[in-house]
């Protein structure tokens, strides 16, 4: 990947999308938008507040599942 993450003046990131859709998780990470992004949280230095949200929806989602789980058992 060559050179910086682009920033439009309105604040939003600018990066190119691809034509195709990952299949693996490994390509997935590897595509170029997930790569702009987590360059785009490096250069910002927003590591711990990305690492905040992560940790905030990974705990939202096992709530949602515990409450699935318990419907499904009724």
Known sequence: M????KITQDG???FSA???IPT???K???SPEISAFYKFI???DLQREASEIIEYHCQK???????GS???KK
Request: hydrophobic share 25%; proline share 0%; glycine share 6%.
């Open 2 to 5: 060559a050179g910086k993450v």
């Open 12 to 14: 939003d990131i600018s």
């Open 18 to 20: 691809s034509d195709s």
């Open 24 to 26: 693996s998780v490994k």
């Open 28 to 30: 997935f990470r590897k």
């Open 42 to 44: 490096y250069e910002h």
């Open 61 to 67: 989602r096992k709530i949602g599942k515990s409450k």
């Open 70 to 72: 318990r419907k499904a």
